[in-house]
């Protein structure tokens, strides 16, 4: 079972990137999945989550310039941000848990990190 995130990369500020969340040996389709982000010398905060019937939740920071949605057929959960800024660079992750949650501790199974890197 393991979760593969991809999909970041250097962009200026006021691009856009569309991260990806794959699963493999996991149907994604059961499961809330939710993005978190690191940012170097801080913890790790959660930015957004798609429940199992489709609800999706998004950090206030972030709100306006996300979309999380999910694609059954390719078992990916992506999310895109828009007009991307300095402060959005860090390892984005993605992870499961059975309903959504804003905690790390909530999710039980985490892919391994893509760099998203803001800057002009």
């Known amino acids: 079972v393991q979760l593969q995130a991809s999909g970041g990369g250097l962009v200026q500020p006021g691009e856009s990137l569309t991260l990806s969340c794959a699963g493999s040996?996991?149907?994604?389709?059961?499961?809330?999945t939710a993005w978190f982000r690191q940012a170097p010398g801080k913890e790790r905060e959660w930015v957004s989550c798609?429940?199992?019937?489709?609800?999706?939740y998004v950090q206030d920071s972030v709100r306006v310039r996300s979309t999380i949605s999910g694609d059954t057929a390719k078992n990916t959960i992506s999310l895109q941000i828009r007009n991307l800024r300095p402060e959005d660079t860090a390892v984005y992750y993605c992870?499961?848990?059975?309903?959504?949650?804003?905690?790390?501790?909530?999710?039980?199974?985490w892919g391994q990190g893509t760099q998203v890197t803001v800057s002009s």
């Open positions: 992870a499961t848990a059975m309903t959504c949650g804003t905690v790390v501790a909530w999710f039980d199974r």
């Open positions: 040996g996991i149907t994604l389709a059961h499961y809330a």
């Open positions: 798609r429940s199992i019937d489709g609800s999706t």
